[in-house]
């Protein structure tokens, strides 16, 4: 069973950065995915950023690529998000999952595949 703690969130204004942390315990994150996930008030989780397992390959979304980096480090099972040129509709709770998987290069950023949660962290940025 893996268990998954995000940290790092708080209040920022527009143009702002924070640093997001997701402590892994229970299992080591060598062979998991690990997805970063995002849900405002009214609206559905959405991915926005993942890493895969072996060879630490990201993926963005859209909405954040240029702005958001993801990274990993297997040694103290941790995965990270900063998160720069912070907006207002970047304001949801964020929260990081793991998706057993593997395979070089592979992420997902569908909500479904992922069988672990944290907890959520809450982001709200200003204008």
């Known amino acids: 069973q893996v268990q998954l703690v995000e940290s790092g969130g708080g209040l920022v204004q527009t143009g702002g950065s924070l640093r997001l942390s997701c402590a892994a315990s229970?299992?080591?994150?060598?062979?998991?995915?690990i997805g970063w996930f995002r849900q405002a008030p009214g609206k559905e989780r959405e991915g926005v950023s993942c890493i895969s397992s072996a060879d630490a390959i990201p993926y963005y979304s859209d909405s954040v690529r240029g702005r958001f980096t993801i990274s990993r480090d297997n040694a103290k099972n941790m995965v990270y998000l900063e998160m720069n040129s912070l907006k207002p509709d970047d304001t949801a709770v964020y929260y990081c999952?793991?998706?057993?998987?593997?395979?070089?290069?592979?992420?997902?950023?569908?909500?479904?595949?992922?069988?672990?949660w944290g907890q959520g962290t809450q982001v709200t940025v200003s204008s």
């Open positions: 229970g299992y080591s994150l060598e062979h998991f995915a």
């Open positions: 999952a793991a998706d057993y998987l593997p395979l070089q290069g592979v992420c997902r950023l569908s909500v479904n595949p992922y069988g672990y």
